[in-house]
């Protein structure tokens, strides 16, 4: 409900000294902890060592580390974070003013770094501890390129090395994402190669593929295991992301409390679930203490609806099945969203901790399609500004739709929500819905059934 003895500014900013000085682990305060990587050749949850040959040392600790609440932020990291950080909670008058509703929206805009979204937040730790290792470099993936960017972003004010496996039809139709990362000093590579083992398989199999993330990321695994001095890293469905991103929700759990504002409903996109379990952390931490409810909501498109019509299994993380097994919601390794599918966040799984959380009743999860989704995208960008990223607006989406909900009912409900990124990179989406040519593809159960097929026997 809520609470308006102070007026509310546009914007909640933070002071330095009021900035999260630690990240927040949800899987401390998870009774059922979310399921352990397992080692697709044993089937035995992957021990630290296992883990240790693919990730950095001090992130496997992170990964596998389901006691601490809280653990520290480096100074290093803290100092980066001060470039960008912290990022305003914005009231949403605009956009309240055009729906007519009682309810009061905020979001949590990420976008206000050059790699566009949130995804810095945690680049910036993992290359941290590569560099703090004493290693040359870092590989990694990137589907649509933020990710990609920020771990560039990183690396260069790191001088770390950075190679980045790109998937082949974003690297054609994403050349200025590309551009930047070569600015900040990327080896980018499209994917699928020839430079790997996995990729030389792939292309055999599937020649003229335009690759997807699941193959990008065998090869940046490959890439990275069998040269010295380097390591894989992930920007998204670990733990540790979600522990780095954590910073999101602590961030908005403090401006929130500054202005005595109570959430009642928090809303996040989810792809991997990283922005997501980040936003929603510190408040699913009270939740499942015990302590305070929120309505907490997860939006994924309909064309790639892990979480709403998955299976809770073990699967594989990549296509080439290199990496460990995670138990997650997923739609089966060998899943691709349809091509017309333009709206990102079409990871076939989803985090393990989200995960759990869905599966323990914490948070709720609705698919919508994007042709709605763009339109939530250009009504948001209309009046309050900022250009969105489509994978933010599915969380613009469904923040209107209960806005409007409360118009009806005439609760002054608060909304939060995540807004992740900026579209800039995007606008061939935006073209396309705006010539009318857009479309919605939602599989059909016998084609998921199909994907289905292809899990792993597992437990
Ligand atoms: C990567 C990305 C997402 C989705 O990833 P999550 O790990 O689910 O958060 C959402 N929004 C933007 C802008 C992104 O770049």
Redesign the pocket.
Known sequence: MKNEKTPIPYKIYLEESEMPKQWYNVRADMVNKPAPLLNPATGEPMTAEELGAVFCEELVKQELNNDDRYIDIPQEIADFYKMYRPSPLVRAYCLEEKLQTPAHIYYKF??NNT?????LNSAIAQAYYAKKQGLKGVTTET??G??GT?LSMACSYLELACDVYMVKVSYEQKPFRREVMRTYGANVTPSPSMTTEVGKRILAEHPGTTGSLGCAISEAVESATSREGYRYVL???LNQ?LLH?SIIGEETKTALEKYNIEADMII???????????LISPFAGAKLRGEKDYQIIAVEPKSCPSLTRGKYAYDFCDTGKVCPLAKMYTLGSGFIPSPNHAG??R?HG??STVSQLYEDGVLEARAVEQTEVFQAAIDFARVEGILP????S?AIKVAVDEALKCKETGEEKNIIF?L????YFDMYAYQAFNDGKMTDYIPTDEELEASFATLPQIG
């Open positions: 990420e976008g790699s566009g979204s949130h995804k589907g649509a933020q990710w920020a920007g998204s469905v992301v991103q996040g996109c989810a792809g991997g679930g990283s922005n997501l379990g980040g990102g966040l990871y989803m985090s990223a489509p994978e933010s599915h995540g992740t990124g900026t579209g």
